[in-house]
C-alpha cells in the first residue's frame, strides 16, 4: 500500500465557506456569490479546531509566538467571513478557548461602509481575534469601492494596533494609490492607468511569488503570461506543496486542503490525527498519486482514461495544467474523493 505522510500542520487557514460578495479574476477558490450559501457546522469546527490546537501546541514553533503573520497561526477566511459574522465570533471564541496563537481574520471590506463598522472590529477583538487581512489589490476593488479598504485600514489599525494588520498585497496597495484609485475600478482600467505611469510596475505586480498562477487566475488572467506546452512541466512533482505543514486549508465541508491546491481534499479534516498519524492512502486516490510522482503521470493518466487533450494555447504553470486536467476529469466522473469540493470546479 502506498501511503503520503502528511506533516503536522502548524498553520491554518479555515474556509468558514466559499460564499463571497466578490468573484475575483485572481481567487485559488474560485469564490463566488453564486455558491452554495453553506457555512462551517459549529460541531465540525470544535472538533477540528481542537486537533489542530493538539497539533498547535507540540510544534508551534517558539520564535513566532504572539507573532502575527500570513503564514502563522490560524486565519478564518471564505469566501467571505463578515457575511457571518455571528458564525465569525462564535469561531473565534472557540479558537481561543483552544488557546490556538495568531488568529486572524480575512476580508474584502464589503462591509466597511461607514464610520460605525468600526464597531464590528472592536466586537471582533473582544471575542479574542488578533488581527485582520485586509484584501487590497486590483481583482477586489473590482467589486468593493476603494473607500471601504482604506476606512477598513484606518480603522483595523486603531483596533488591533499596526503590527497586527496585513494587507494583501502592500504592493497592491501603493499601485492603487499611484493611480489614485476610487470607487471600483475595472482590471482593465486599472492596467491603462499603471502602464502610463510605469510598465515595470506591472510586471512587478505578476511576480508570482506576490499573484499565485493557480485557481481562477489561470483562466481569467492568463492572457497575462507566458504559455508552455505540457510537457514543459511533465517532471515536477507535488510531494512537498501536498504534504507541507503551513498554511493549509480546512473548508466549510470539512475536507483537508493541501496549501493552496484548491479543489483537492486529503480527506475529512475531522479526522486529522488518523490522517497524520497513518498517512494517506493512495492506492484508492489515483489522482493524489499522480501528482506525487510527476504532473506527466497525471497528464497520462487523463489521456489515456478519460481522453484529455493538450490546450493547443499551452499552460502558465504547472497548477494551470494540473487544475485544467482536474476540470476536464471532474466533467467526466464523480467518483474521485480527492476531487473536493465538486462546486469549486463549476465556480472557475
Ligand atoms: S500542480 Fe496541482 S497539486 Fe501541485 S501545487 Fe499546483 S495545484 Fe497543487
Known amino acids: 500500500m502506498r501511503l503520503l505522510r502528511l506533516n503536522e500542520p502548524i498553520s491554518a487557514g479555515i474556509i ?16 463566488s456569490p453564486r455558491w452554495s450559501n453553506d457555512w462551517f457546522r459549529l460541531d465540525d469546527l470544535k472538533q477540528i479546531l481542537s486537533k489542530l490546537a493538539y497539533y498547535f501546541m507540540r510544534f508551534y514553533p517558539h520564535n513566532v509566538q504572539g507573532v502575527l503573520g500570513l503564514n502563522y497561526g490560524l486565519h478564518f477566511t471564505g469566501g467571505e467571513p463578515f457575511l457571518n459574522f455571528n458564525l465569525l465570533l462564535e469561531a473565534i471564541r472557540i479558537a481561543k478557548e483552544f488557546k490556538i496563537p495568531s488568529v486572524f481574520v ?43 479598504m482604506l476606512r477598513a485600514l484606518k480603522y483595523s489599525i486603531e483596533v488591533f494596533g499596526r503590527n497586527n494588520v496585513m494587507l494583501y498585497h502592500p504592493l497592491y496597495y501603493e499601485l492603487l494609490n499611484l493611480i489614485n484609485a476610487k470607487g471600483r475600478i475595472e482590471f482593465e482600467e486599472f492596467v491603462r492607468r499603471l502602464l502610463s505611469k510605469s510598465p515595470a510596475l506591472l510586471s512587478r505586480s505578476l511576480d508570482p511569488g506576490i499573484l499565485l498562477p493557480m485557481g481562477r487566475l489561470v483562466y481569467r488572467l492568463e492572457k497575462l503570461y507566458e504559455h508552455y506546452p505540457a510537457r514543459q512541466f511533465f517532471n515536477e512533482a507535488c ?28 480527506g475529512d479534516a475531522r479526522r486529522l490525527n488518523e490522517m497524520v498519524e497513518n498517512g494517506i492512502e493512495l492506492d484508492d486516490r489515483p489522482i493524489l498519486q499522480a501528482l506525487c510522482m510527476g504532473l506527466g503521470h497525471l497528464y497520462r493518466f487523463a489521456v489515456e482514461n478519460y481522453g484529455y487533450r493538450e490546450r493547443r494555447d499551452g499552460y502558465i504553470s504547472k497548477c494551470h495544467l494540473c487544475l485544467d486536467i482536474r476540470r476536464h476529469i471532474v466533467e467526466r466522473s464523480k467518483e474521485f474523493k480527492e476531487l473536493q469540493p465538486l462546486e469549486f470546479y463549476r465556480h472557475l
Do not use: Q
Not at 246 to 265: E, K, M, R
Open 106 to 148: 480575512e476580508t474584502n471590506c464589503f462591509w466597511c461602509v461607514d464610520d460605525d463598522s468600526k464597531r464590528l472590529l472592536l466586537r471582533l477583538k473582544e471575542a479574542g481575534l488578533d488581527g485582520i487581512l485586509i484584501s487590497i489589490n486590483p481583482f477586489t476593488v473590482e467589486f468593493v469601492p476603494y473607500e471601504n
Open 16 to 31: 468558514l465557506s466559499y460564499r463571497c460578495t466578490c468573484e475575483c479574476r485572481h481567487c485559488m477558490y474560485a469564490c
Open 239 to 266: 510531494t512537498y506543496e501536498l504534504t507541507r505543514p503551513w498554511h493549509i486549508h480546512i473548508d466549510c465541508y470539512c475536507n483537508y486542503v493541501p496549501g493552496y491546491c484548491a479543489g483537492i481534499s486529503l
